[in-house]
């Protein structure tokens, strides 16, 4: 039976449950050393997450304000502008997202992504005083020479030795960022160090290469599907499936009456595959049933075909000037474009309803889907037909009838770098997973694997006897893929299964201290110079932090690192 009593406690339990949650989304107002600009809010509970804040907030509420409630009162941080608290704020809050228990592993990925943003952007000049709040005498150069540093790519080794002997920028808990700030930046610069360690084994070491298939005609493309569990080629009429480079086929898709030009797996539907051809057709295939739904439309050869991010949409390319987008579960063609002069020969979705073709009337162009119309958003001149885009979108890479590889800025259309080499016309482009190697396929009969960032040609690849049509990295970067029409596939590995396990081993429990330390340790190698920790006490230490024999012996021979106390 329930009582007055129970009531009561019920009213009051709740009430100060709500207290309890008031208290912590309270609302409490900054104020910067910008007197003119109005008060930054953030609420309580975010306070937690910055040492600096959560100390400053204790020593106010000691002060002679006991009688104004914490919420009414204006906190002055002098030593802060008004935009550096601004991007605090907006920090701390995907940091409290990433510490959330209630978070999703997918919510958690893209705070994470969106932290890393703004830690690149404290290299901007109005941010220096967001370091100022803490009272350490060093933090504010440190931390101005590893963002502008990290944005560079590369650490000038008299800093990097200053950093090795202070602490972490990020460890200390009086400053504005948490530790997990450390985590996100330490795997930041792990990149770079795979980076360099592959670039360094791809320029120094023959790559192990397998032939896939040796068929009876010419193979016009490949590719991988999105998790790399599935290999599709075409060559003649016939598309053959693979479960792995080292097995022969397990499937066979026969439709096609003519030639096939290009495959593509759908990014969301494993199962799903699209293929052009000189039959002007195009083919939807489900693998499960080995059966396949014809969309028609085109008067001449269908060239290539790609899918929209959601997997809904595809878009295709034909010599009848003609780019048309299909719906696939309705089978019909939903826009025609016909704006180009002569063939698109690429495409790329950037977005679920924005298009970018690229085709010989040296144009690439981008195109807005519309409910009922297609809209021309931008043009590029200087294209031959070629076209890959990076992950982030923020270049794309196209060819010229020169055999010149252009690296173009995405917003602007400028050119960024040219890549030369190749002899012959570029076939086929294509980026890694991190946006840091671009490979080219040429009709020069090789495959070159470039460096993104410098333009540097690190490997030519020499094996095949004739055209090479389409290459594709897979999803982890290791592996390289062609197709060829001297009738062969073919694979390499960019690094060997050891130094992948190794390189994963490292990755998953990196700190930043030894993220510091390995680019310490490349800094020396690249100058051509001794690193030699056991004549500093604070290296040698670092390096003692790795538990593994296996990981010290890596590390030794890789990095050129020595050890003459041992």
Request: glycine share 2%; proline share 2%; hydrophobic share 35%.
């Amino acid at each position: 039976m329930i009582t007055l009593l129970h009531i009561l406690l019920i009213i009051i339990s709740t009430s100060s449950t709500a207290m309890d949650l008031d208290q912590d989304t309270m609302p409490l107002k900054f104020i910067t050393k910008d007197a003119q600009a109005k008060p930054i809010i953030i609420e309580k509970h975010l306070t937690q997450h910055s040492g600096t804040i959560r100390d400053i907030l204790s020593d106010y509420d000691i002060l002679d304000h006991q009688s104004i409630p914490l919420s009414e009162r204006e906190i002055p941080l002098p030593g802060l502008e008004h935009a550096a608290l601004q991007k605090v704020h907006e920090c701390l809050k995907y940091i409290a997202i990433i510490k959330s228990k209630n978070s999703s592993k997918e919510v958690k990925e893209k705070a994470i992504i969106k932290t890393q943003k703004i830690l690149i952007r404290l290299s901007h000049s109005e941010l220096k005083n967001v370091i100022n709040a803490s009272d350490y005498l060093h933090i504010k150069k440190l931390f101005d020479q590893t963002c502008r540093e990290w944005r560079r790519r590369s650490f000038a080794q008299r800093e990097m030795r200053r950093l090795h002997t202070e602490r972490s920028v990020f460890t200390q808990e009086e400053y504005l960022f948490p530790p997990e700030v450390d985590n996100i930046i330490a795997q930041q610069q792990f990149t770079l160090i795979k980076h360099y360690i592959c670039t360094k084994h791809i320029k120094e070491h023959p790559l192990y290469n397998k032939q896939i298939m040796k068929g009876t005609h010419a193979f016009y493309t490949i590719c991988f599907n999105h998790d790399d569990s599935l290999i599709a080629a075409g060559s003649s009429d016939t598309i053959y499936i693979f479960t792995s480079p080292n097995r022969p086929p397990t499937q066979t898709l026969a439709g096609h009456t003519d030639n096939i030009t290009c495959v593509c797996f759908n990014p969301v539907n494993t199962n799903q595959l699209a293929s052009t051809s000189y039959d002007h057709s195009i083919r939807i295939w489900d693998l499960t049933r080995n059966t396949a739904d014809i969309l028609s439309g085109h008067t001449n050869v269908t060239e290539s075909v790609a899918f929209s991010p959601n997997g809904t949409l595809i878009a295709t390319t034909s010599d009848d000037k003609t780019i048309r987008v299909w719906n696939i579960a309705q089978k019909t063609c939903l826009y025609i474009i016909n704006k180009h002069t002569k063939c698109a020969w690429k495409l790329f979705f950037n977005s679920d309803n924005i298009l970018t073709s690229a085709a010989f009337d040296k144009t690439v162009r981008r195109w807005r889907l519309e409910k009922n119309a297609i809209v021309q958003e931008q043009e590029f001149t200087g294209s031959y037909g070629e076209l890959c885009f990076n992950k982030k979108q923020t270049l794309f890479a196209t060819d010229t009838n020169q055999s010149v590889i252009n690296l173009v800025d995405n917003k602007t259309g400028s050119l960024i770098k040219e890549l030369r080499g190749h002899t012959d016309i570029i076939y086929h482009l294509t980026f890694n997973h991190d946006d840091t190697l671009l490979a080219s396929a040429s009709k020069d009969k090789t495959i070159r694997i470039w460096d993104v960032e410098s333009g540097e040609c690190l490997k030519i690849l020499d094996v095949h006897n004739n055209i090479v049509t389409e290459i594709h990295f897979s999803s982890d970067g290791y592996t390289l893929i062609s197709a060829a029409m001297d009738k062969t596939l073919h694979m390499w590995k960019l690094l060997g299964k050891e130094k992948q396990n190794i390189l994963a081993q490292i990755k998953r429990h990196i700190t930043l201290e030894q993220a510091q330390f390995l680019w310490l340790a490349i800094t020396q190698q690249k100058n051509s110079q001794s690193f030699n920790i056991a004549t500093q006490e604070h290296l040698y230490n670092i390096f003692a932090t790795w538990q593994s024999k296996r990981i010290k012996k890596f590390l030794l021979t890789t990095l050129g690192i020595t050890d003459t106390s041992s």
